[in-house]
């Protein structure tokens, strides 16, 4: 499905503010970005790197004053997520070494202080997808979704404590539960269609049978139409905005929608015809 996403956000900054944003989709597992726009004013210098999750991130100042950002992008999703319930556990000495940091404890998710809860969680499972499995049924059934009962400091053991969060709670209970086994997983945050209520969502992936597979504790059964925008050890990773200064987000909304079957068909371009030629290759150029 093709999908039309993005987000507005409204900042006040009582004084010149460095920024670093995380907006920008790439293509790649499961999507392709068809075409984007990005709008910033006031008009501002923006620079563009890639961090070590290989997320695209652009760097800005934004001077005293009103400031706002408008990202919009059209995107080709994939409309299931892969389930194989019988993925095997992949060794931890078979893992590859970009997956490995994966395994251990960061900010967010205290996996070595939740070893007893994962294997309570998963003892009737088989190892792999089915553990996973089993800890995203855990937590979709005994933690309440609630606005308002967590912060940015809220971490995994917070959460299972208190048996109630939001995505980004879910995702770091998740994850942690997961690593405590010696699961290597990650966050995940974007876009996900016909969310309720819409807004930013996270979501956790975790590397089982040599590949990365899709879990989502919010959902009561696996959903596809995601718009992947980043990914990271934990919401540390993955902030859409970190500012460096006395500056306040005033406003943000979001949305997703469908793009048009006719729509799309009308904007089709027509295919090129290149006589006597045998290829040719072209490119065109924080969470609920």
């Known amino acids: 499905m093709q999908l039309n996403a993005g987000c507005e956000l ?60 408008n990202f919009s992008a059209t995107v080709q999703t994939a409309d299931d997520i892969d389930v194989v319930l019988d993925a095997p556990y992949t060794p931890v000495e078979n893992l590859p070494d970009e997956v490995l940091h994966y395994t251990l404890p960061s900010r967010y998710c205290q996996s070595d202080m939740q070893g007893q809860l994962a294997a309570d969680i998963t003892k009737d499972s088989m190892p792999g997808y089915g553990q996973v499995e089993a800890i995203r049924s ?32 879910y995702t770091h209970l998740g994850i942690s539960l997961c690593r405590a086994l ?20 996270a979501w956790f992936e975790a590397y089982v049978d040599g590949r990365w597979y899709t879990f989502d504790a919010t959902q009561d059964k696996p959903r596809g139409n995601r718009i992947t925008v980043a990914y990271g050890r934990d919401a540390a990773d993955v902030a ?3 500012q460096f200064g006395d500056m306040e987000l005033n406003t ?10 006719a729509e799309a068909e009308k904007k089709a371009p027509e295919p090129a015809t290149v006589p006597d030629a045998s290829g040719s290759t072209s490119q065109t150029t924080t969470a609920a």
């Open 240 to 242: 859409f905005t970190t």
């Open 138 to 169: 855990w937590i979709h059934s005994n933690i309440k979704y609630q606005y308002g009962t967590s912060n940015a400091s809220t971490s995994a053991v917070d959460t299972a404590n208190s048996r109630v969060g939001v995505c980004r709670d």
């Open 182 to 201: 010696n699961i290597p997983a990650r966050m995940v945050v974007g876009y996900l269609y016909k969310l309720d209520p819409m807004d930013m969502h």
């Open 10 to 69: 409204h900042f006040n900054a009582k004084e010149t503010t460095p920024l670093i944003l995380m907006l920008r989709p790439r293509s790649g597992d499961g999507q392709w970005i068809i075409k984007e726009e990005y709008h910033i004013t006031p008009v501002v210098n923006v620079t563009e790197f890639t961090d070590m999750y290989g997320n695209l991130c652009q760097r800005v100042i934004a001077p005293e004053g009103p400031f706002s950002i």
């Open 252 to 261: 943000m909304s979001v949305w997703v929608n469908a793009v048009d079957e």
